[in-house]
Nanobody
Framework: QVQLVESGGGLVQAGGSLRLSCAAS????????MGWFRRAPGKEREFVAA????????YYADSVKGRFTISRDNAKNTVYLQMNSLKPDDTAVYYC??????????????????WGQGTQVTVSS
């Protein structure tokens, strides 16, 4: 199986920045895409950003466009999420996910094969 290890979460004031990292280990020699999802208190999981592994195509949720940047290091099987201009509404548990198969679902869909443990991001006002 594949293990996803996340880091970089924490507490930050509004307007601040954080960078999340997620490294895949195990049989992670084949990756179609990696993405970030989040779940805020009392809300359902929502898509944040995704990047395809071969072409580097990037997708963002409208709520984070212009503030968040997703990037990857193919050799390290690692995806990053640079979060700038953070708002209290960004407070959530952030989950890294990897897609190892080609599906008809869009990359914004939660159909991913493996998920990280989640890392808490708290933005205070």
């Amino acid at each position: 199986q594949v293990q996803l290890v996340e880091s970089g979460g924490g507490l930050v004031q509004a307007g601040g920045s954080l960078r999340l990292s997620c490294a895949a280990s195990g049989r992670s020699f084949s990756i179609v895409a990696m993405g970030w999802f989040r779940r805020a208190p009392g809300k359902e999981r929502e898509f944040v950003a995704a990047i395809t592994w071969s072409g580097g195509n990037i997708y963002y949720a409208d709520s984070v466009k212009g503030r968040f940047t997703i990037s990857r290091d193919n050799a390290k099987n690692t995806v990053y999420l640079q979060m700038n201009s953070l708002k209290p509404d960004d407070t959530a548990v952030y989950y890294c996910a990897t897609r190892k198969q080609y599906y008809s679902d869009s990359y914004q869909s939660p159909r991913y094969d493996y998920w990280g443990q989640g890392t808490q991001v708290t933005v205070s006002s």
